[in-house]
C-alpha cells in the first residue's frame, strides 16, 4: 500500500524522459511543474508529461485526469505570474510549437495536420500558425493572401509570390 513517486530535475535535459520511464517502472504520482520551472535547470514540464502520457497511452498505459484544453491558458498565466518567459521552442506550449514556416511543411499542414503534429493544438487552447518567411512555399503564401481578403491564381500568384521571395 505504497505510492511510488517520481520527482526529476532537468539538469541533463532528461526530466521529462526520466519522469516517464519511472510510470513506465511503477510510480503511480508524478511530481512536475507548469512550463517546468524549478531549482536550478528546472522539473518535468507539467505540460510535456501529461501529453506524453496521452499522445502515448497505448504504450505507457495511464490516465492523468488533467483538462488538457487548460494547458495554454495555464502556461500563459504562470509566465505573467512569475515573469518568467516561456521560450519559443518550448515543446508543447512555445509559442513555435505548432509553428510551421518551411514550405513543406506547411504544405504538408494544409493538406493533412497530421503529417507534421501528433497532438491538436487547438485541444490544448493554442493554435497552429503558419508564419511567412524566407522558408515558405506558394500554398501557404496562397493561403495567407486568401486569409487577407486577397484571392490570388496564376500569374498574379506567381508575380505576388516572386516579390514577396524577393
Do not use: W
Not at 504520482?29 to 518535468?44: F, I, M, P, W
Request: hydrophobic letters at 40%; charged letters at 20%; glycine letters at 12%.
Amino acid at each position: 500500500q505504497v505510492t511510488l513517486s517520481v520527482h526529476c530535475h532537468d539538469d541533463l535535459g532528461l526530466a521529462v524522459a526520466n519522469t516517464l520511464a519511472g510510470v513506465g517502472a511503477g510510480a503511480t504520482q508524478v511530481e512536475c511543474t507548469v512550463n517546468g520551472l524549478g531549482e536550478r535547470a528546472g522539473n518535468a514540464a507539467l505540460e510535456e508529461v501529461v501529453m506524453a502520457l496521452r499522445v502515448r497511452a497505448d504504450a505507457l498505459g495511464c490516465e492523468t485526469g488533467v483538462d488538457v484544453g487548460e494547458i495554454g491558458r495555464v502556461s500563459q498565466l504562470v509566465s505573467e505570474l512569475t515573469g518568467y518567459s516561456v521560450q519559443r521552442n518550448k515543446a508543447i506550449v512555445g509559442a513555435s510549437a505548432f509553428a510551421h514556416e518551411a514550405g513543406i511543411h506547411q504544405d504538408g499542414m494544409l493538406k493533412d495536420a497530421s503529417t507534421y503534429q501528433i497532438m491538436d493544438p487547438r485541444e490544448l487552447g493554442l493554435m497552429m500558425t503558419l508564419p511567412l518567411g524566407k522558408h515558405s512555399g506558394r500554398h501557404a503564401f496562397r493561403r495567407a493572401c486568401e486569409d487577407a481578403g486577397i484571392p490570388l491564381a496564376g500569374i498574379d500568384l506567381t508575380a505576388a509570390f516572386q516579390r514577396f521571395k524577393g
